[in-house]
């Protein structure tokens, strides 16, 4: 029986490499925008920085929009990719107290030649783009360590 959204099918084939930096999208079970709520907005912002407290990743940007999150990781090695986002999803969902998150998740593995800081500025524009802020200083939800 086939999965109804294309992020399903997109873990077959997934491989992991330690160190490789990965763009990552995940979005909210029938796109309900979840993290409009501050409270749990906050919650997730918190749990992508204690991944890597975990030793899964390390965190280079992230942004949480209303219905998904994107986030750009560069793997420990410890976890494999789909454990590492499997992780900051069951952790946010137990902290909610809810299954929220749609199965799957999409995932970029960024080629040598691309420009990392160039992603991560187009992650954080993401709330201009969707009309949520005139300005990226006026939306808390994100992070970029060089920014």
């Known amino acids: 029986m086939g999965s109804p959204h294309h ?6 084939g997934r491989c ?3 160190h490789q930096r990965y763009l ?10 979840c993290f409009a709520d501050i409270r749990r907005a906050r919650l997730l912002s918190r749990n992508f920085l204690e991944m890597d407290n975990q030793g899964a990743c390390t965190t280079l940007c992230f942004v ?3 219905d998904h999150f994107h986030w750009l990781l560069d793997l420990s090695g410890k976890y494999s990719l789909s454990q590492t986002v499997g992780m900051l ?13 749609q199965r799957g998740f999409h995932d970029h593995a960024l080629r040598r030649e691309e420009d990392t800081l160039h992603i991560a500025r187009y992650i954080v524009a ?3 783009r969707a009309g ?3 300005s990226i200083k006026d939306y808390p939800y994100w992070y970029a360590v060089w920014l």
């Open 126 to 128: 993401n709330p201009l």
């Open 89 to 101: 999803k069951s952790q946010t969902a137990r902290a909610i107290g809810q299954s929220i998150w």
């Open 132 to 134: 949520l802020v005139k």
């Open 7 to 12: 992020g399903y099918r997109l873990r077959h």
């Open 24 to 33: 990552i999208t995940a979005v909210t079970r029938n796109r309900t925008p």
């Open 64 to 66: 949480v929009m209303p």
């Open 16 to 18: 992991s490499q330690p």
